[in-house]
Each structure stands twice: as C-alpha cells, then as structure tokens.
C-alpha cells in the first residue's frame, strides 16, 4: 500500500498552515483588541446617554449596537488578514441571495426588532411606567429589541411584541404628574343641589392626597328616573395605580359619610307598576280610575257583571211597564150573519 501520495497532500497542508499561522495569530490578537474596544465603546455610550438624561432602555439599546457594530468590524478585518483574498465584497455578495431568503424567514423578527428600536428612540412609554395595551395593564418591566415585557397588578408577566406596540393604541397612565378620577354620586329630587355639591367638594379635599389645584369639581350630569346625578372629579399626585385605587376608596367613603350626615338622600332606583283594572265600570274613565292604588276603606266601583246585570233588569222592567201602558185592541165592525132556515125532513 503506498502512502506516497498522503503523505505529499498532509506535508502541503501541513506547510500551508505554517505560512498562515502568523496570520492566524495576527488576526486573533487584532480580534481581542477589537472586543475590548467594543467594551469601551460600550461603556462610553452607555454613560453618554446616561450623562444626557436619557431613558435607561435607549442606553442600554445604543450601548449594544454600538458593542455589535465594533466587534463585527473586527470580525471582518480579523478575515481579511488570515484570508488575503477574502474581502467584505466577496462577503456580502455571498449573502445576497441567503439574505433575501432570510428576511422572508424572519420578517417577523426583524418587524419586531425595528419596532423596538423605534420605540426605544421615541420613547412614547419607558421602564416602570404603567401603562394599558388592550386587556392587558401593568408595570413596564423591560424594553427589549423583539419584544416588552410588562407586570400586571395581580402578579403576573405579559410579554408583548414590539410591533403590536408600536402600530396599535396604548394608553400610558403614568405619562404625566397628575391624574384626573370622578364618580357619580345620585341624590334625592326633594334634595338641595347646591347644598350637596359643598358637601360633597369638602368631602373630597378632605381626604389627603387630593390636589387643591386643580380644585376638585361637582358638576350635574343627568336628571336620571330616580337620582339627579352629580359627578365628583378630583386630581391625584402621583398617578400610579396604588395611589388610585387609595384616593377612590377614601373619597368615596368620605362622601357617602358626609351625605348621610347632612340629611341628604341617596335613594337607589325603584319602579312602579301601575295595574290596569278592566272589570270596574270606570275603565277607560282616567279621571276616575284608580290605576292599581289600594282601594281604602271608601267606596269603590262595582263590577262590570254587576252593573250589566242592573242594566238587563232595568230594561225588562222597562219593557214590561210599555206593554202595560199600551190600550186594549177593538174588535173589527163587519156584517152580521143570516140564521140558516130549519132544514125539513123530506125522507118518507
């Protein structure tokens, strides 16, 4: 068996990586220094986004596009010195076909991730707002390039993807100092408005926490079937859940307490129903008919059987007294009969 020719190819090899082992060596000590400047870059950013008061999601994005950006340029230029006739021509020519068959596997991916990249630069939200994307509210808890993951109010975590984020409507909650929350509260009709409306105002400035400025507002809103109703609006600082649900339950405790002491009415809704008699003699009579109200000890009409009955006697009696009153019929004047003659026997 000869092994010439092995021998010749393995020597080859052997010799050529012994050409490119200095390149081999220069490329990797090129890439170590590339990763450490990209960890000052990194770290750079980082502070100069901080130092400028930016949110801690942009920093934290910019950073690692920054850190990627370098080490990839350092990748490319570690080929091209153990590979002289590699190129980032030869490289991107390479992938021209490959990448358009990537970016149809990952549109998804990359829709999200340049979603995310906007959000994070215009920053219509930022971690630890509180904000409310359909069903779903809670705490902001990360920003990241795919996706936002936030914490609801009953514990739970919600990761969400950039896109529907970002082409959708939210409703940020903490996006300004103040917040405005209202409630209606109903009164009695035989109630004084005005007097209900200080009450009701002292009620709510009352409670701590609640802004003077801007002052708390009582406004009607409707004269409802029971209730004339009058809507409380008050502002609160900060806006946040817990500062929410805190300043609703005072206030309303506060209010219903104080209305309760100023004699003032807050009657839930009722309804009547107005029964309709049909067998009185008054039906269809709206001056005297008694629409369902509790006869009394008074009077009350008859029945219809009984007034039909009164009414059928009545007109008998009626009858009876006409033909009573009508005159006797004469008889009919004629000619008187003739007497037949005495008829003879003539039989012998």
Do not use: C
Request: no cysteine.
């Amino acid at each position: 068996m000869d092994f010439s020719v092995t021998w010749q190819k393995l020597n080859a090899m052997g010799t050529t990586f012994m050409a490119m082992l200095p390149n081999l060596l220069i490329g990797l000590v090129v890439l170590a220094i590339f990763t450490f400047i990209a960890r000052g870059v990194r770290s750079g950013v980082e502070r100069l986004t901080t130092a400028r008061h930016q949110s801690q999601s942009l920093a934290l994005l910019l950073s690692r596009l920054a850190y990627v950006f370098v080490l990839l340029l350092g990748i490319l230029v570690m080929f091209t010195i153990m590979i002289p006739s590699f190129t980032p021509a030869s490289l991107i020519s390479a992938l021209g076909i490959g990448g358009v068959a990537i970016g149809f596997a990952f549109k998804d991916i990359f829709q999200n991730f340049l979603a995310g990249m906007l959000l994070l630069l215009t920053e219509p939200f930022r971690i630890n707002d509180q904000i409310k994307y359909k069903d779903f509210e809670g705490t902001v808890e990360t920003i990241q390039t795919r996706a936002t993951t936030i914490k609801t109010y009953d514990g739970r975590r919600v990761v969400i993807p950039n896109a529907e984020l970002f082409i959708n409507a939210v409703t940020v909650n903490t996006a300004y100092d103040k917040r405005r929350l209202e409630y209606d509260f109903g009164i009695g009709y035989g109630d004084n408005i005005a007097q209900a409306r200080q009450v009701m105002l002292a009620a709510a400035l009352s409670v701590e926490g609640v802004l003077s400025d801007p002052a708390p507002e009582a406004l009607v809103v409707e004269i409802g079937e029971s209730t004339i109703d009058i809507r409380l609006r008050w502002w609160i600082n900060p806006p946040r859940r817990a500062a929410y649900m805190q300043s609703k339950d005072q206030v309303l405790e506060a209010v219903k307490n104080s209305l309760t002491k100023a004699g003032i009415d807050q009657p839930f809704p009722t309804q009547v129903i107005l029964l309709h008699d049909q067998t009185e003699e008054t039906d269809g009579n709206r001056k005297t008919q008694r629409e369902g109200w509790p006869a009394g000890p008074g009077e009350v009409p008859r029945s219809m059987i009984e007034v039909r009955a009164e009414r059928r006697e009545q007109e008998q009696k009626r009858l009876a007294e006409q033909q009573a009153a009508a005159p006797t019929a004469a008889p009919i004047a004629g000619p008187h009969p003739q007497p037949r003659p005495p008829q003879t026997d003539t039989a012998g």
